[in-house]
């Protein structure tokens, strides 16, 4: 039984007998994804709708000059064992749980690297941190990022500002990387 039966199982009337098959994990993933928060059927596909929906927000948090599409493309580009995962549990699997201990899940460890790579790229001071005008992204959103007030931000303070509030996509990251009811602080 894996996590997504295990989860249907404690869903349903404990009569109904519930099997590790391909119906049962699309089934408890799209109301794990729903329960979440998640659109699972906004696009064509469960993981695409969902993808799309945690870039998106991705873009419109951190201001980085790029598109949710063009994030997905490239997420799934450079994961194939999300891309080519037999199955939607499969797939939420590779996205979302941490590929061992210490280790943080591929969909983190990308959000975190874009957030990386824009501070490195903008960064024209080498200071670690970007002003304003370094950043070159609205001045709402920067004030948003600047969780010290310090007129500046960095990569840290970009993570936390992006995971912190952000319900869903913690949700799914707990549940496929704790036991049930252990709550995670942070992803960043």
Do not use: W
């Not at 709402?140 to 969780?147: E, G, M, Q, V």
């Not at 990251?173 to 992803?187: A, E, I, K, S």
């Amino acid at each position: 039984m894996n996590a997504i039966t295990g989860y249907l199982s404690n869903q349903f009337d404990s009569n109904v007998p519930i099997k590790g098959s391909y119906a049962s994990d699309y089934l408890g993933s799209v109301q794990l994804l729903e329960k979440a928060g998640f659109s699972p059927f906004a696009e064509k596909s469960v993981i695409g709708s969902t993808l799309y929906q945690v870039f998106d927000r991705f873009v419109k948090k951190t201001g980085l000059d790029t598109t949710a599409n063009k994030l997905k493309d490239e997420y799934l580009q450079d994961s194939p064992s999300s891309q080519h995962a037999m199955n939607i549990y499969s797939i939420l699997e590779n996205t979302f749980t941490p590929k061992g201990p210490g280790e943080k899940a591929a969909i983190v460890n990308f959000l975190n690297s874009k957030i990386d790579e824009f501070v490195s790229t903008k960064d024209t001071d080498t200071s670690g941190s970007l002003t304003l005008e370094e950043s070159g992204i609205n001045e709402s959103i920067f004030k948003n990022l600047d969780t010290n007030r310090d007129n500046q931000i960095n990569a840290s303070e970009m993570k936390k500002s992006f995971y912190e509030d952000f319900k869903q996509l913690n949700y799914v990251l707990d549940y496929f990387q704790n036991t049930p009811g252990t709550l995670v602080d942070t992803y960043a």
